[in-house]
């Protein structure tokens, strides 16, 4: 096998894992664009990545929530009522 063969087997091999798992970059996330999409975003990057909202059920997504209010609270990261209930929605509407 030579070196141009390998590269491009390597090139495959990462746009197959963008593919087939929630885990690339550009994957865009439901409603983009939204005002309720832009809010999830900036409330839930300050810490990590944006988890994608079709990884977790709507029961499991108000456990995380909680979860985090918490996280953000050690931090004294804001997150109002308001906040909450608008990322809450947006992910009940677009959860597994
Ligand atoms: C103040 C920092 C902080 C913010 C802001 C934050 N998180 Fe987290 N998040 C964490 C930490 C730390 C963990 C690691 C697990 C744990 O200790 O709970 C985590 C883990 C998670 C997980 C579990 C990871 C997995 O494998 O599924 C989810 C889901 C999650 N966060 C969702 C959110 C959402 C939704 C928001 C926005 C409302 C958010 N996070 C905002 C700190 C934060």
């Not at 798992?21 to 409330?43: I, M, Q, V, Y």
């Not at 909202?53 to 953000?72: C, F, I, N, Q, S």
């Amino acid at each position: 096998m030579n070196a141009t063969i390998r590269n491009q087997s390597l090139l495959i091999a990462s746009l197959a894992v963008c593919i087939f798992t929630a885990g690339c970059g550009g994957n865009p996330l439901p409603e983009a664009g939204s005002a309720d999409e832009k809010l999830f975003r900036s409330k839930c990057t300050t810490c990590h990545s944006w988890p994608h909202p079709k990884r977790h059920t709507a029961a499991e997504w108000d456990h995380y929530l909680k979860v985090m209010e918490g996280h953000m609270k050690k931090k004294n990261i804001a997150f109002t009522e308001s906040e909450k209930e608008t990322i809450r929605n947006y992910l009940h509407r677009n959860s597994r």
